[in-house]
């Protein structure tokens, strides 16, 4: 032990020697005159060193030091007057210029753009009341039937990164505050393999179908406190399909362009609660989330086109086909047109759609869309809607409703994102010709 102590002493000395020696050599070499930079050496400055990461590193005091993503400037041992100490073989300017660490609190991010990778997170806040006069069937995607006023608080989060403009990863992660659940509608890889014309999608994706299933986030891109009654009872509602995709974007000017899509997905699935229960067409929106073919090996497949003609015109047109029974091998076809048209302040939108499912007795057919017309002042969105739907088998469900609504923007300078939204929308029975319920929501948003 004596021995040991007395090795580690002896190089801590000669250690704090050289330290010495080279700062008095440094100093010393300070005081003589300067020289012309070409005869100040005989011996050919060294190359510099490369990473394996690209980082390029200093060879010579001359050098400009580059600066830590933290903004400090770390010098070199010569600059500093130290000497060329190595650890491991590896100089010592070398590990004060390199940010290998993954200790620090935030390092990992600082790394990520030595490799072209930036990440974000962002998010949507959504707080209000609802209710309505009357309870309305379950088989209404209309908040389950309540007829109280209730408060509802969702918070939904957009986690991604780009990695060198090629590669682009996104997820959802969605928490409903009233059943205090967590849910996703996707969670995606994009691959860019040519320029816009042409980008290959893998995993979980929102279905392009219409203009309301759009991403990032359908309920908050829609300008109302409540989505057109066709939306959750003709086509399924923020519908998400695990499956493959093809999409690009054809632009001739600005404003001006050709989008298109093609999918393969497992595609929907009516669930049969009892073996060899009648196949009846039941509530579309309960078909999504078969994210496992345990039933059958059939998938479906969908796509759409959209044109952009002028500046604020927009025309669209989506189809859907597949199998969507457990068994038997019944199918299920979706067809949508929707359109857009922005001039100045005013916006008119209006999508149509049908669907068309196989029975074992029938073939049933379901209708549903709505018109929608906007006038944008400075601070205020007035915005009138009407929508209907007729679903066969389910005649009693039939409904036309007309939506009055304001939309309210505290801050449209400093924060857009925010808005207050109120509706009020009375709805009729078309089978009876009867009110079927009046319903009133207040809603707050912000993105951020």
Known sequence: MARLLVVRFHTLVVMLGLCIGGQVSAQGSGSQPEVNASASTTEPAPAPLMEPSGLRLSG????KVPATPGGLVVESSKLLGLPELGIGGIPLAQLLESDATFSGLGSFTKLLPKYGISSYVHGIITAGVVGQTLPEPEL??????????????????????????RVFVEAQ???????????????????????????????????????????????????LTDMPLFYGNVIPSEWGELGLQFYGRYKWGDGRGLSYSFYVVNGLEQRVVNPGDPLTGGPIRDMRNNFLDTHNSHKSVGWQFQME?????????????????????????????????????????????????????????????????????????????????????????????????????PFPQKVPSSSVRASYAPRWNLQTGEIATHHLSLEARVAF
């Open 60 to 63: 010579s005091a001359t050098e």
């Open 173 to 223: 992660v969605f928490f409903d505050a009233v059943d205090t659940t967590l849910s996703s509608d996707f969670a995606q890889l994009d691959l860019r393999v040519f320029r816009d014309f042409l980008f290959v999608r893998a995993g979980r994706f929102l279905t392009p179908m219409g203009g309301i299933n759009i991403y990032p986030e359908p309920q908050f891109m829609f300008p």
């Open 140 to 165: 209404l995607n209309d908040h389950e039937g309540e007829d109280t006023p209730r408060f509802i608080g969702e918070l939904t989060l957009f986690v991604g990164a780009e990695l060198m403009n």
């Open 309 to 409: 003609p002028s500046p604020g015109l927009t025309f669209g047109v989506s189809g859907y086909e597949g199998v969507y029974t457990e068994k038997d091998g019944y199918r299920i076809y979706i067809a949508d047109a929707h359109m857009s048209w922005k001039r100045g302040k005013f916006t008119l939108r209006g999508e149509f759609a049908t669907t068309l499912q196989d029975t074992e007795t029938n073939t049933l057919l379901k209708l549903g869309g709505y018109g929608l017309l906007s006038y944008r002042f400075r601070y205020v969105e007035p915005i009138v809607m009407v929508d209907a739907i007729r679903l066969d088998g389910s005649r009693e469900l039939d409904r036309i409703a007309a939506t009055f609504g304001v939309v309210v923007f």
